[in-house]
């Protein structure tokens, strides 16, 4: 299947189930032309309704029910088409043909979530993010699913349904919702110390992420590659988002909650429907066999990163999501995902957090999804073909042709027959196992701490401080004084330090301790480190009349050349008029919008005369001054930015409009001004 030829097949597969109903007659599901759809069938003009009328009992029983469970956890998600391209040929390392030939493209579908909100929930909220990605590939589906944090909370799989009960709204009032900010949550975290790293993590800046075209996702578990002589690596996945890895602040990220509870969602199909594909690197971390016990931490363990400059994420090909979705139930709520789905190539390890998600994710989708065909919803199914004598159950849309549905037989020549590793099979990796039946975690999985303490060593200055006001926020909506105790003494472990602040914060007794002895960091951990770019950032540009047309335009086509996204914000609807003749369309009034929504602001020119004008402005202007954003001002805006602040990092008051446009380019590039003092 060369370049295009999967693509077109998923299409084509996807063709076959699109509906488009405009212009169409109306019918009932059985095809029968209905004549009137506003009134139901009654006994005279105020009778009753009459039980005949079948098209009323179609119309309201097909809309009873029309919910299907949400997902136990990722249930809020979103999810775009997209292609993937290996770089070039990793015959060395593993047999899966989607990754040998650079011509071959591979149909992907990518759902985005997060994890602990209703499908309801908030986008914006402090949670780890799904990162779920379905390569369609000639040999099969093979699904990657992933998060945006390289770590997990647990070590096996048992203690699922424990970890994700403590998240959740407390069952005796239902709150939070989509928070982990309570009781439940914290108490979890003391009494499960293996939680140490991920919840290093969890207080980062990674939980609130900018956007899903800015997060990086990673598979987690230990993979393993293999290739075409039986040899085996072990691997673990890496995306790496070209745009670069960015967060929101929390101020910030609360804020959008209530004013733009889409943001993310908004944000990845607003960029797709511009054309503003989004672009993702596919790296992989390898080990060979023969180094499985190298490291100071077990390879195995899900609570472990292997550090990228110890073991160096090799980039291999690129995916880009350029298609949103035509019917979001359809598709990205019955998509079904499973760490399961595996190609010839690709195998597993003994990671006992993977091992559980094995049986996990078919489970969840029979409940979800009603029976065990789900595999046949357009969405899911594989674009080759798939032949074997399963049968029947809800759903069923396959019309299976003949009358043997068994194997072995020789009615049908003993077909659907299996095919050898050398023609295809799947064979599984003939791992070498001795050992005896026991409940228990090895002794190598032990040590919660060194690594997190690594994660803290690793951070920027703003980043640790993000952490601290992270935990004291959390554990400052903690009721139980015992829970805050336990937890605050739990990280001392990581930081003595870290830990004594938040203590202050949140009225406990300090811990006492030692400062660690590792010193160990990853540069690659800290967001400071990451790509910066301007690209699709938002610009939001307060603008009056009289403005001055040539400068201010000069500006926005300048920005707009860059691949900032620029949007004219003002008190009313309708044009703008510049004192030299320029038209320009207002996009948001000061109602609609909200500095929280914008990457920067452009304080233009002629507002003066408004008290109402610049009443609105300086909430834009305090607002994104203590988010760190960048703010670009000229003209009269200048005026008003030289009364409220002088110099500041970020703030670009140049004159010399050229000047001026390079330098706030370059501050929106930067994303947030730490070193700025906002207080
Ligand atoms: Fe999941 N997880 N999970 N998970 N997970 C589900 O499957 C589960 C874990 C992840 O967009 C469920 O279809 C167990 C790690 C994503 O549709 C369920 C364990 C990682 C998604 C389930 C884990 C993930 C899910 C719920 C403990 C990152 C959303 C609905 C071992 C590597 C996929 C569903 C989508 C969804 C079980 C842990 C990622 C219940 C038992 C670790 C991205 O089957």
């Excluded at 105020?46 to 949400?70: A, N, S």
């Excluded at 993702?280 to 990163?305: A, H, R, S, Y």
């Excluded at 160096?312 to 598709?331: W, Y």
Aim: proline share 5%; glycine share 6%; charged share 25%.
């Amino acid at each position: 299947m060369k370049r295009n030829e999967g693509l077109n097949k998923k299409d084509a597969q996807l063709d076959q189930f699109r509906v488009n109903d405009q212009d169409k007659d109306m019918t009932t599901n059985q095809g029968l032309k209905v004549s009137e759809d506003e009134f139901s069938l009654k006994a005279g003009e105020r009778g009753p309704t009459l039980m005949e009328d079948f098209h009323f009992r179609e119309k309201i029983t097909h809309f009873d029910h029309e919910r299907i469970p949400e997902r136990v956890v990722h249930a809020r998600g979103y999810a775009a088409h997209g292609e993937f391209q290996v770089y070039e040929s990793m015959k060395e390392y593993t047999k899966a043909k989607f990754l040998q030939d650079p011509s071959v493209t591979t149909p992907v579908f990518v759902r985005f979530s997060t994890v602990a909100g209703s499908r309801g929930s908030a986008e914006t909220v402090r949670d780890v993010r799904g990162f779920a990605t379905k390569f369609y590939t000639e040999e099969g589906n093979f699904d990657l699913v992933g998060n945006n944090i390289p770590v997990f909370f647990i070590q096996d799989a048992i203690k699922f349904p424990d970890l994700v009960h403590a998240v959740k709204p407390e069952p005796h009032n239902e709150m939070p919702q989509a928070a982990s900010a309570h009781d439940t949550f914290w108490d979890f975290v003391a009494n499960n110390q293996e939680s140490a790293h991920m919840i290093m993590w969890h207080m980062s800046d990674r939980t609130i992420p900018r956007s899903f075209r800015m997060m990086e996702g990673f598979g987690v578990h230990t993979f393993r590659f293999v290739n075409e002589e039986g040899i085996a690596f072990f691997v673990k996945f890496h995306w790496k988002p070209l745009l670069g890895v960015h967060s929101l602040v929390w101020d910030e990220a609360q804020k959008i909650s209530g004013k733009e509870p889409d943001f993310h969602r908004r944000d990845l199909w607003e960029n797709i429907e511009k054309a503003n594909y989004v672009e993702f690197e596919l790296g992989v971390q390898i080990i060979e066999e023969k180094d499985e016990f190298m490291f100071d931490f077990d390879i195995l363990d899900p609570t472990k990163i292997w550090p990228e400059e110890d073991v160096p994420v090799k980039i291999i090909g690129k995916m880009t999501l350029n298609r949103n979705v035509d019917n979001v139930f359809a598709e990205t709520e019955q998509v079904a995902f499973h760490p399961g789905h595996l190609v010839p190539g690709i195998d597993f390890t003994n990671d006992p957090l993977l091992q559980g998600r094995l049986f996990s994710y078919t489970d969840t989708q029979l409940i979800r999804l009603g029976g065990p065909n789900f595999h046949e919803l357009p969405i899911n199914r594989p674009v080759c073909p798939f032949h074997n004598n399963q049968r029947d159950g809800y759903g069923r849309q396959t019309i299976n042709q003949g009358q043997v549905s068994y194997h072995k037989n020789s009615l049908a020549g003993n077909t659907p027959t299996p095919a050898s590793e050398v023609e295809g099979g799947f064979v599984h990796y003939q791992e070498k196992i001795d050992g005896r039946k026991i409940r228990n975690r090895s002794e190598s999985f032990k040590d919660h701490f060194s690594q997190a303490i690594m994660f803290w060593n690793s951070m920027s200055e703003p980043e640790k401080k993000h952490i601290i006001d992270a935990f004291s926020f959390e554990l400052g909506k903690v009721k139980s004084e015992s829970v805050r105790q336990q937890v605050v003494d739990m990280f001392a472990n990581v930081s003595v330090e870290m830990a004594a602040t938040v203590a202050d914060a949140i009225g406990v007794v300090p811990p006492q301790g030692q400062k660690s002895s590792i010193t160990k960091s990853s540069p690659a951990l800290s967001q400071l480190n990451t790509v910066k770019k301007p690209d699709t950032r938002k610009v939001g540009v307060i603008l009056g009349n009289d403005f001055n047309g040539s400068d201010i335009m000069n500006v926005l086509h300048e920005l707009t050349e860059t691949g900032i996204e620029v949007e004219v914000i003002s008190e009313k609807f309708g044009k703008l008029r510049s004192s030299d003749g320029e038209e320009i369309t207002v996009d948001q009034t000061f109602l609609t919008c909200d500095p929280v929504l914008f990457d920067g602001l452009y304080i233009g020119d002629g507002y003066g005369a408004s008290p109402k004008f610049k009443q609105d402005t300086a909430h834009f202007v305090q607002e994104a001054f203590v988010h760190y954003k960048p703010i670009g001002a000229t003209h009269e805006g200048k005026k008003y930015i030289q009364q409220h602040m002088i110099c500041s990092p970020g703030v670009v008051t140049d004159d010399d409009i050229n000047l001026f446009t390079k330098k706030f380019i370059s501050a929106i590039s930067a994303h947030r001004h730490w070193d700025r003092k906002v207080i």
